[in-house]
């Protein structure tokens, strides 16, 4: 591989982490939100499934926006 092709390889990289971080700021925002709303309403299934799934590892955007999107309702 050439030296260009490496650079371009680092910087599309460095972007898709750039990009995961973002989303995971989000996701943490959500998660922030959402939790003290879960402390006051304890018996919400719907929302208890929501924070749960929040809590398991990092989505990508359209999966977080599932999530949210469906809390909305």
Not at 8 to 36: G, R
Not at 40 to 56: A, C, G, H, T
Not at 61 to 73: A, K, P, Q, Y
């Amino acid at each position: 591989m050439s030296a260009g092709g490496k650079h371009e390889s680092a910087i599309s990289f460095l972007t898709d982490l750039e990009e995961k971080l973002e989303v995971s700021q989000v996701q943490l925002e959500i998660f922030h939100t959402l939790s003290p709303r879960l402390q006051s309403q304890p018996s919400d299934p719907d929302l208890r499934e929501k924070v749960e799934l929040l809590e398991r590892g990092l989505f990508n955007i359209t999966e977080v926006c599932l999530i949210v999107m469906r809390e909305l309702r």
